[in-house]
C-alpha cells in the first residue's frame, strides 16, 4: 500500500519566517509533487520533481523552493513566509510509468 | 498550457438520486483524465480515470465519459448514498511537456441528504 506522510498536520508560523515541509513517500516513486489548496481554487501545483535533485516549476512558483536530495524525500521551503501562504498544502507522488497521483494528508498553515 | 473547468461548484441531491459533475479542458493534446474524491479531513484519493483512447469507463455506482471532440469529460454517480457526500476534483494530463504534470479543476462540493 502506498503511503505518502508529511511532517506536520498543523503548522503556525509568523511573517518572514523560513518555513519547511517535508514529504516522505515509500513506494520508491520517481516524481513528486507539491500542491496548494484554497477553497474554490481547487489544486494548484507549486513545483514537482522527476528524479532525484530535479525540480519543476509548476504553475504558482513564485515564494517557493523545493529540494529533493533522496528519492523518497521531497521538501518544500518558504523562504520569507507571508500572510497570502497561509493556506493548505499537499504532498503527492507517482510512479514513473503509470499517471496515478497519490497524496499525503497535508499540512495546513498559518502565517500570522 | 492546459485549463480545467469544473461545474458546478456545489450540488445537492436527494440519497437515491444521480449526480453528474462536468469538466471542460482547453489542450487536445491531453491524453488523461482522472477523477479525485477528498473527504472532509482526508487526502484526495483517484476513484476512476479515463484515457483519451476510451469513451467511457464504469466501476460499479461511478462512470466517466469522455467527448475528445468538445473537450469535455463527466463524472457520473448513479444510487447515490451519504457516504458519496465530498469534494471531488477533475484534472487532465498536460501530455505536451512529457512530465506527468495534472491540472486540477476547482472542485465540485457534492452533498446527499439522507
Known amino acids: 500500500d502506498v503511503k505518502v506522510t508529511q511532517s506536520s498536520r498543523y503548522l503556525v508560523k509568523r511573517t518572514g519566517e523560513k518555513v519547511f515541509l517535508e514529504c516522505v513517500q515509500d513506494m520508491d516513486h520517481e516524481n513528486m509533487f507539491w500542491y496548494r489548496q484554497d477553497p474554490g481554487l481547487g489544486l494548484r501545483l507549486i513545483y514537482f520533481s522527476y528524479d532525484v535533485k530535479m525540480k519543476e516549476k509548476g504553475d504558482i512558483p513564485e515564494g517557493y523552493s523545493v529540494s529533493r536530495e533522496k528519492k523518497e524525500r521531497f521538501s518544500l521551503i518558504l523562504e520569507s513566509a507571508s500572510t497570502n501562504q497561509t493556506s493548505m498544502y499537499l504532498c503527492?507522488?507517482?510512479?514513473?510509468?503509470?499517471?496515478?497521483?497519490?497524496f499525503g494528508p497535508g499540512t495546513r498553515l498559518t502565517v500570522l | 498550457g492546459e485549463n480545467v473547468e469544473q461545474h458546478p461548484s456545489t450540488l445537492s441531491v436527494q440519497e437515491g438520486d444521480s449526480a453528474v459533475i462536468k469538466c471542460t479542458y482547453s489542450d487536445s493534446a491531453s491524453n488523461y483524465f482522472p477523477w479525485y474524491k477528498q473527504e472532509l479531513g482526508k487526502r484526495p484519493q483517484l476513484i476512476i480515470d479515463i484515457r483519451s483512447n476510451v469513451g467511457e469507463k464504469k466501476d460499479q455506482r461511478i462512470a466517466v465519459t469522455l467527448n475528445k471532440t468538445a473537450k469535455h469529460f463527466s463524472l457520473h454517480i448513479t444510487e447515490t448514498q451519504p457516504e458519496d457526500s465530498a469534494v471531488y476534483f477533475c484534472a487532465a494530463k498536460e501530455a505536451r511537456t512529457g512530465f506527468q504534470k495534472l491540472v486540477f479543476g476547482t472542485g465540485t462540493r457534492l452533498l446527499v441528504s439522507p
Open positions: 503527492a507522488s507517482s510512479p514513473r510509468g503509470p499517471d496515478t497521483q497519490y
